[in-house]
Structure formats: C-alpha cells, structure tokens
C-alpha cells in the first residue's frame, strides 16, 4: 500500500516481511560479515549540491541584523573529510582556504560487493552549512554509496537545526541517520578483483531528503554527481597443497632417473621455526622437505612416526623468503639442496630415484614440514613411484553406511512463509508498525539431544524500484515458547543500529534437553523515524536452526 506524502502529515509506510525457512538442521543464514572483495579504502568525490554550497559559502543574501557569518565559519567540514580543491576554482570574495565553496573528499570506510548491480560503499565525514541570518545549520556526513538490483542510491545522516526566527520556520532539530538523500538517474560500475568504481549522474533530491530538509530544498532539485573510487579486499588465496611429478612409473630399478616434483599450494606462512633449530631462524616459517625414498608404512610426523620411519634417498628444501636467502646465506653447504617456495605456494624441485639396497616399505616422493616445525598433517602427501617390474594395485573404497540416529530434529513454520506488519502508524517518536511470526512447531524425539536453536537475522528493507530503504535494525522480536523443553530468546528494540540486523536467538534448548514438543511464537515491532520515505518496503527475516 503506498500513502502520498502531504505538508504536515507523514505519510503511512506498509512493510512485508518474507519468512526464509528450511528443513530441519540446515543453517539458512548467518550474521553478515566482512569478506574478501569487500571496500577497504578509497574516496567519494561528491559536494551535496553546487548552487547550495555557492548560496551559504557566499551568503550575499544575508539580513540584518545577524548578518553574514565570518569567512571560513560558513561550511566548515565534519573530520577525516577535505576540501576537494581541484573541484571548482575559488571565488573573489572568500579568503578562506581552501575556498569552502569546493566539494568535498570523504574515506572510503567499507561496504560490500555482492556483483555491479548489489553493492554499498560506505565512507566518513561531511560537511556542516551554516546560514544563521536564514535560520539555519545542515549537517551532512557519513554518505553511503548503495546499488541494489542495479538501482543507485545516495544514503547519509542528515541534521537540520532551525533555532528561534521571525522568519516563519517551525524551530526544532529534523532529520536522521541513514537518509536516502539522492536518487540516481544514471550510475556506471566498474568491477575488479582489486578496485570498485561506481559513478552517479543525474542525482535529484528524494521525498525523504525534502521532508528532512524541511523543503528549503524541493524534491526532485538536482545533486552533485559523484563517483567513488574503493580499493577491494584481497581474496585470501586457498591453500590446497598438490603435488604433480614428471614420471611416477617405468624407472629403470638398475640405475637412477631424475624426476620434476612440482608443488602448488603450499602455505608459505606455515611451518613456523618454533623449536628454534637451526639452520632456519626461530619465529621464521621452515617451508617443506620433498624427498624420495623408502618410507615405513607409518611415515608420517602427525602420526607419531620418528625420523627413522623416514630414509631419504634425496632430498630438496622448498623454503619460503626470507627464510630462503637467510639459509643459503648463513649456511651455504645448504645452498644446493634449497629451493624457493613462493608466495603463492608453489615449488619446482629435481629428485633422483634410484632403488635402495636394503629397506623395507614404499618407494615414494615424501612431503612433510621442514625441521623445527611442528608436524602439519597438510603438508604431508605421498605419491609411490614403480619400478620396472612392480605392479600397481588400486582399489575403491566406498564410504561407510552410516547408521541413522533413532528420533529426529524437526522444525516446521505454519502458513505460506510470509508475515504482513501492515500500514504503520505516525505518532511523535516515528513510525510504528507490529506484527507476529507464525507459529513455529519444534520436535525433538532424540534420545539423546544435542540441543537446538533457532535464530534470526533481517537485511535491509527496500521498495520495490530499489530507491527508498531502510536497514533491518529497525525491526524487534519479542520471543515467546510454550514449553518447559527450550527458552525463549531476549526480547529486542527497533533501534538505527541493533534490533535484528546483527541477529539474535528466538528459542534455544541445551544439549540433554528430554524430548518433546514446543511451539515458538514471536510478537514483531517495526520502529522508523517520521522522514522515512512514503512506499510500501519488503526487507527479509532468515530464520536459522540447528540441531
């Protein structure tokens, strides 16, 4: 349902709140968190709007008797924001520098990137202005960058200060955090894995930014374009530690052959010296040993097995920097049998194979943590190698069945997944909307419980077209269980920045908990301040259990 908005009446705003639900013991969603791509750093290049900062950084309208305010007090800046000074030339009339007409730079200070059309770039600072003869101050800082479905938004907490005046304007404080200010016509996304580029034209005030604005600006009076520009989190690379050799069968079991052992994702920074034994320094990472020989059946360190399970033919070292030069440097007998293990895991190293005269056990290259390392089960890999002569021998093995536990863990929400909070009501705090979670049935008929919890979490709130939203922090629960098997979780408050946008626990029980059956109820509460932009918002409830 969507109520226009009118002068001196907020307008009524409708919510819908999507159940996300799923089979019993599958974990549907999780606390947002940072993840690699995500902002870092960088810049918004943006001025809020060129004819206003010109109107109050000049202030030649200015009336008696209070005048105009001293140059460099007009439009002073909110910290770690700047003057952007080679945005505009300054102006004849202001000694202040930088010219506080400029536009302005604001850091970059995170956000996320889900693809080009759903990302949001958060940065810090802005800009106060300040009119006092006109009966103002504005206030705008920590602007968000946000695009969903491919629609960009200018988002940042607005302050608006009206003090006593005989000039007809209602004296108070207007505004809030989390504003949607602007609405962009055109915006351009330029997506890499180390960099963010999102670019925004045509950007025109909202309702919302009007009403906060108390229409000294109109809905609709066109915004500086922007463009920010953010650097991206490094995606960690995955260590997945392989081996790959030149030959692994036909050796000639009379003389010896040279092999190519080539290793990929080795974790150079693992395998720390911790035991301080020379030659690698204590505290440095010792790389990998890549031998060959003929190994015990039980090789490995993690298992227990000691150096004497362990004869090496041949040997490499495959050493990370700076432990590489350092080894070769202090102990260059070593130098030969070293061999770089780079940055990004990989190895290359040559191995003679040749049949020993007397062992017992399997021919092999052998890989495990260097010396003075603790044992590192993922370090340690084999590959055996065939003599003229032997026979390989491979067989499959399936996974064991396994035996289904008696009882079960289940869950189940009642009706179609979707809760209505209605038409909120405007009263002198913000609007208001309430509702209730359907009913949700939980069985437990384990014997032997591990206990259970189900937990929930809410994104941002949006209109249909993307341009209007509003964070998931402004919706509360109260839970409730009948029961005497499980607890019900705290009750919360819609709030700028807590109420289910970090999470929280609807209904819990502990491990041992007596079988049964309880049901799992929870009274809803939606809290937004008045300057909410009129629309009817759908935003998402995950509901996770796990037991």
Do not use: C
């Not at 103002?136 to 969903?148: L, P, Q, S």
């Not at 108070?172 to 890499?192: E, R």
């Not at 190994?295 to 000691?306: H, K, M, N, T």
């Amino acid at each position: 349902m969507h109520t226009a908005r009118t002068r001196g009446a907020r307008a009524a705003v409708a919510g819908l709140v999507a159940l996300a639900t799923a089979a019993a013991g599958v974990a549907l969603g999780s606390a947002a968190q940072a993840a690699p791509g995500d902002p870092t750093g960088g810049t918004l290049q943006w001025g809020f709007r060129e004819s206003f900062r010109n109107y109050v950084g000049r202030q030649t309208a200015a009336m008696p008797p209070i005048g105009a305010l001293p140059v460099g007090q007009r439009i002073t800046l909110v910290a770690p924001a700047q003057f952007d000074t080679a945005g505009t030339p300054a102006f004849p009339e202001s000694a202040s520098s930088p010219n506080e007409t400029l536009p302005y730079t604001l850091p970059v200070t995170g956000g996320s990137v889900t693809s080009a059309d759903d990302l949001t770039v958060a940065t810090s600072g802005g800009a106060v202005f300040a009119f006092p003869s006109h009966a103002f101050t504005v206030t705008v800082k920590d602007v968000e960058i946000r695009v969903v479905a491919g629609v960009a938004s200018v988002v940042g907490d607005l302050s608006v200060v009206i003090p006593e005046n005989n000039l007809g304007y209602q004296a108070g404080t207007y505004g809030g955090d989390d504003v949607t200010l602007g609405q962009v016509a055109d915006v351009d996304v330029t997506l890499s894995a180390s960099e963010v580029t999102v670019t925004g034209t045509g950007v025109t005030l909202t309702a919302a930014g009007a009403a906060a604005l108390q229409d000294f600006l109109q809905e609709g009076a066109a915004l500086d374009d922007f463009t920010v520009t953010a650097q991206r989190d490094a995606a960690a690379p995955a260590f997945e530690p392989r081996i790959e050799l030149s030959q692994t069968a036909g050796f000639d079991p009379e003389g010896s052959t040279t092999v190519t052992v080539r290793g990929t994702g080795f974790d150079p920074a693992a395998n720390v010296n911790t035991a301080g034994r020379p030659p690698v320094a204590a505290g440095a990472p010792s790389g990998v040993y890549v031998t060959f020989g003929r190994f015990a059946d039980v090789w490995r360190p993690s298992a227990g097995a000691g150096s004497s399970a362990r004869p090496v033919t041949s040997q490499k070292w495959a050493i990370p920097e700076p432990s590489y030069t350092q080894v070769g440097t202090d102990y260059p007998t070593q130098a030969p049998n070293l061999v770089v293990l780079g940055a990004d895991g990989s190895f290359t190293a040559e191995l003679t194979v040749t049949r020993a005269a007397a062992a017992t056990g399997t021919y092999g290259v052998y890989v495990y943590a260097a010396g003075g390392a603790a044992a590192n089960a993922a370090h340690e890999l084999f590959v055996p190698v065939l003599f003229d002569g032997d026979l390989e021998v491979d067989v499959t093995v399936p996974e064991a069945p396994v035996e289904p536990e008696p009882g079960a863990f289940t869950w189940t929400v009642a009706g179609d997944g979707a809760v209505s909070l209605g038409t909120a009501v405007a009263g002198e705090a913000g609007f208001t909307a309430t509702g209730a979670l359907p009913a949700i049935t939980v069985k437990d008929t384990r014997p032997a419980s591990t206990g259970w919890s189900i937990t929930g979490r809410t994104g941002t709130f949006a209109t249909a077209d993307g341009r209007a939203t509003f964070s998931g922090s402004r919706l509360a629960w109260t839970p409730g269980v009948s029961g005497a098997v499980a607890a019900a979780g705290p009750a919360l408050t819609p709030s700028a920045s807590g109420g289910l946008a970090s999470g929280s626990t609807l209904a819990s029980a502990p491990a041992g908990t007596p079988s049964g059956e309880v049901t799992v109820q929870a009274a809803l509460t939606l809290g937004l301040p008045l300057d909410t932009a009129a629309g009817s918002y759908t935003g998402v409830l995950t509901l996770t259990a796990v037991g």
